[in-house]
Nanobody, 115 residues
Framework: QVQLVESGGGLVQPGGSLRLSCTAS????????MGWYRQAPGKQREWVAT???????MYPDSVKGRFTISRDNAKSMVYLQMNSLKPEDTAVYYC?????????WGQGTQVAVSS
């Protein structure tokens, strides 16, 4: 049984930082390309970051230079360090494989950026 469990969200002021974590079980994590996604209220889910099995990373322009994805294969975990947060970063954040495996969606972790 595959489980992806996200954690680390919270309320932060604009300009602040958060570090999200995702713990994977039931998959061969080390060979998977992993990603972070987010869904803001009333909007479609969007891609936020990618990390390959070899550690290469990619980001959309909206978060490039502010967000950093990393992974620890020994712990089957993927992280998202988010700096210089903006109100528009407010969303529920999810991890999943890339390409997406729809059965793998977890509950996500809520990030709210507000003063």
């Amino acid at each position: 049984q595959v489980q992806l469990v996200e954690s680390g969200g919270g309320l932060v002021q604009p300009g602040g930082s958060l570090r999200l974590s995702c713990t994977a079980s039931g998959i061969r994590f080390s060979i998977k390309t992993m990603g972070w996604y987010r869904q803001a209220p009333g909007k479609q889910r969007e891609w936020v970051a990618t990390i390959t099995s070899g550690g290469s990373t990619m980001y959309p322009d909206s978060v490039k230079g502010r967000f950093t994805i990393s992974r620890d294969n020994a712990k089957s975990m993927v992280y998202l360090q988010m700096n210089s947060l903006k109100p528009e970063d407010t969303a529920v954040y999810y991890c999943n494989t890339i390409p997406i495996t729809k059965d793998y969606w977890g509950q996500g972790t809520q990030v709210a950026v507000s003063s």
